[in-house]
């Protein structure tokens, strides 16, 4: 077992390339896609059975698992720190503000790792399973499928300041959205395939009310904001109240993985500012929105691409970190 992980460890090595298989996880080894082979050769196949479940009873769950992902990567690295409840000295990162009220799906991913434990108990981390529940996720609902680097170990802690302050905003400008991205080794280029997500899932009300009313503070509406568009969303959209109210991201497809998103964009039918500003503040963004609204299968590869480099954003491997017994909470150890 050794012997064959040192060999595709050295693999690994000799493949490095932008788009390896294996990620380089720093200190204590790499991450690649063989990891489990020996140790536990159905944890993939675990974690779509569930994944595939979970979406067929409501589709939306599949881009909530998605994000989770995102939101976990950014915040530490991909290291399943989101998924940590409250408790002693851990304050979770579910009560910072890109989460409360929004991150949902963890009672799957509770599901998936009980499936897991009692397959391989003590085996594969909860940070992995979020990795592979995010790609089934997105092929299941008709985007690309891509092969998962492996071997991610998950913290002992949580970062709830990390997690309001390094996760993009609906309402941040393109700068700043971009400083986010390049603070964790992403360009422009996986902003804007990695936003393409958004032609999936839902957005509350609150995340882009000010769009309808108030960009600026002057108490006018967003006029880059397509107007019959607006008109529609003001219905379910009021000045107040109506908080919590769902609109789809895209609402040409909004449970199918394709590259409506970019197409809305370019028809200024983008949801969120952050969606927005990909077409009205930078001419390297709306050109890349423009080749992908007008060719999927390049989102689709650039989209496989830019979520393997996202996964092995500082991943914990070797001795660091642990393999939690259960998501929400850290080993016990007496």
């Known amino acids: ?12 090595v000799l493949a490095l390339a932008p788009l390896s298989l294996c990620g380089k996880a720093g200190p204590g080894g790499y991450l690649y896609p063989q990891f489990y082979d020996q140790s536990c050769p159905k944890a993939p196949e675990i974690v779509k059975s569930v994944v595939a479940k979970a979406v067929a009873r409501e589709p939306r769950m599949a881009a909530s698992l998605l994000r989770l992902h995102f939101h976990d990567c950014f915040v530490k690295g991909c290291d399943a720190s989101l998924l940590l409840d409250s408790s002693g ?9 890109p989460n409360r009220k929004s991150a949902r799906g963890f009672e799957v991913l509770d599901e998936i790792k009980s499936a897991l434990e009692k397959e391989c108990p003590h085996t594969v981390s909860c940070a992995d399973l979020l990795a592979l529940a995010a790609r089934d996720s997105t092929a299941l609902t008709g985007g690309p499928s891509w092969v998962v680097p ?3 170990r998950d913290s002992r802690g949580a970062s709830l300041s990390g997690s309001n302050n390094n996760i993009p905003a609906p309402n941040n400008t393109f700068q700043t959205i971009l400083t986010k991205f390049k603070l964790q080794g992403l360009d422009i280029v996986d902003l804007v395939a990695l936003s393409g997500s958004h032609t999936i899932g ?10 309808l009313y108030n960009q600026t503070g002057n108490g006018q509406p967003d006029f880059t904001l397509d107007q019959s568009y607006a008109t529609q969303l003001r219905a ?5 109240g109506g908080d919590q109210n769902l609109f789809f991201l895209d609402f040409i497809s909004p449970i199918k993985f394709d590259n409506s998103y970019f197409k809305n964009l370019l028809a200024h039918k983008g949801l969120l500012s952050s969606d927005e500003v990909l077409v009205t503040k930078s001419q390297a963004s709306l050109e890349l929105v423009k080749q992908y609204a007008a060719n999927q299968e390049l989102f689709f590869e650039q989209f496989a691409k830019s979520m393997v480099k996202m996964g092995n954003i500082s991943p914990l491997t070797g001795s660091r970190g642990e393999i939690r017994k259960h998501c929400r909470k850290i080993n016990s150890y007496q």
């Open 1 to 12: 077992m050794s012997q064959s992980r040192n060999f595709l460890i050295i693999l690994c």
């Open 89 to 97: 000295t851990i304050t979770s990162e579910k009560r910072s503000v």
């Open 150 to 152: 492996l071997g991610r």
């Open 202 to 211: 839902n957005a509350r009300c609150t995340t882009f009310r000010q769009r």
């Open 236 to 240: 379910r959209c009021p000045q107040s």
